[in-house]
Every structure is written in structure tokens, then in C-alpha cells.
């Protein structure tokens, strides 16, 4: 079992700076890849940026990259997911994800955290 808990969402205006941190317990976090994904009211969950078990790879959704940066501690068992340039269409509840077998289609999740974007 691995228990991951996410924190840092709140609302920010276009424009800002999020970091949500993905904090992992129970079994050893550095052998699980992770990742984030969000979804937006009425919409599907889909995945947003993922990274292997030691960092040297990392995925991103198009409507992210360059904006968003996933980024992981092993010695502190958390991962991030630094937010720039957000934009309304962020917002959503963020879910930090992670599997042994990679982030496609994780196995463990986090409850969730609110991130909301005004313009």
C-alpha cells in the first residue's frame, strides 16, 4: 500500500504560481513512478505530467508543458508539480497518482486537492 497525500492548492489569479506536493507513505516511494492528473467539473479526468521512479524521465500534456514542471524528493518521499502561467482553464482538482509500473494507468491515488484559477 502507499498512501499519498496532496497539499498546496488553493486559488490563484491568471497568471500566478501554484506548488502542490504530493506527500507518500507506506511503501518505499522511490520504486513508484508518479504523476498528476485533474479534473474539471463536468469533465473527464485526464492526466497532466508524470515521472520515473528516479526522475531521469518525465511526460507532460500538451496544454501543460512549458507551464507546468513535475519534480520528485525521494529522500523526503514527496513529489511536486510546480503550476506557472496558470490560466482558468487549470482549474480543477489535482490528484497525485503513482504505480510501480508507470503512470499510465496508476494504482494508487491521493484524495485530491482544489486548484482555482480567476481571470
Known amino acids: 500500500q502507499v498512501q499519498l497525500v496532496e497539499s498546496g492548492g488553493g486559488l490563484v489569479q491568471a497568471g500566478g504560481s501554484l506548488r502542490l506536493s504530493c506527500a507518500a507513505s507506506?511503501?518505499?516511494?522511490?520504486?513508484?513512478?508518479m504523476a498528476w492528473f485533474r479534473q474539471a467539473p463536468g469533465k473527464e479526468r485526464e492526466f497532466v505530467a508524470g515521472?520515473?521512479?528516479?526522475?531521469?524521465?518525465?511526460s507532460y500534456a500538451d496544454s501543460v508543458k512549458g507551464r507546468f514542471t513535475i519534480a520528485r524528493d525521494n529522500a523526503k518521499n514527496t513529489g511536486y508539480l510546480q503550476m506557472d502561467s496558470l490560466k482558468p482553464e487549470d482549474t480543477a482538482v489535482y490528484y497525485c497518482?503513482?504505480?510501480?509500473?508507470?503512470?499510465?494507468?496508476?494504482?494508487?491515488w491521493g484524495q485530491g486537492t482544489q486548484v482555482t484559477v480567476s481571470s
Open positions: 507506506g511503501r518505499t516511494f522511490r520504486n513508484y513512478a
Open positions: 515521472i520515473s521512479w528516479n526522475g531521469s524521465r518525465t
Open positions: 497518482a503513482a504505480d510501480r509500473s508507470g503512470w499510465v494507468n496508476p494504482h494508487y
